[in-house]
């Protein structure tokens, strides 16, 4: 905290960030009391510019962000925070305040493609639009799902042996595709599966003390 610099109107550019997938979210402006709030209430609490009072994200709005680690830049002057976002972030219903492009050089996906096609899997599986071969696999059931698994599995295995380098990211890419299905069809979240990749890449150590 006393490395921390305020600005000359006590404020400090927080991002906010999601833990699970690296997304920015939005920028806010926190001051002391504002950190302070955050730090013993584990939500977000900012500083509004325009309304000139503190700021509890999702108080009104129900789109609370709890925090999971907050970091500091070499200067002192700016914060990230990463949270697990309930709801959007924007109020415009967006999921990120950073939903507009104003200049893109590479033709390649963001980095948060997947959760961008996990919610769109989802959304497929909640409407089950006609024409559709995702909702065609959730119409299908259990066994239809896993059956495409297994299949685009062994696709995999052989143009892995082929040493067909275009021909194994096409097949890589439908496995991870059938799996985001899965996950979609038994209610669990990709953000769950990173986490327990994130466990067990933690020292040995950390585990023993996070399962005591």
């Known amino acids: 905290m006393a490395e921390l610099k305020y600005d000359r109107a006590g404020l400090i550019p927080a991002i906010v960030q999601d833990t699970y997938n690296g997304r920015v979210l939005m920028l806010a402006y926190m001051n002391k009391e504002a950190l302070e709030k955050t ?62 492009t104003l200049a893109a050089w590479e033709n390649m996906p963001p980095a948060n493609f ?60 439908d496995l991870l595709f059938h799996l985001l299905v899965l996950l979609a069809a038994k209610g669990v979240s990709f953000s769950e599966v990173l986490a327990e990749l994130a466990r067990r890449h933690q020292p040995a150590t950390q585990q023993e003390e996070n399962n005591d």
Do not use: M
Request: hydrophobic residues 40%; charged residues 30%.
């Open 39 to 100: 730090l013993e209430t584990g939500q977000a609490w900012f500083y509004s510019r325009s309304r000139q009072e503190l700021w509890h994200k999702g108080a009104t709005s129900g789109n609370f962000q709890i925090v999971k680690r907050i970091y500091f830049d070499c200067d002192g002057d700016a914060l990230v925070l990463q949270v697990e976002q309930k709801g959007n972030a924007c109020h415009t219903g967006a999921v990120t305040c950073f939903y507009r």
């Open 114 to 173: 997947l959760v961008e096609l996990e919610r769109i899997i989802a959304e497929r599986k909640l409407k089950l639009p006609a024409g559709s071969y995702t909702a065609k696999l959730f119409a299908g059931g259990l066994d239809r799902i896993l059956k495409k698994i297994g299949e685009e599995a062994g696709e995999v295995i052989i143009a892995a042996k082929n040493e067909e380098r275009d021909e194994l990211i096409y097949e890589c890419g």
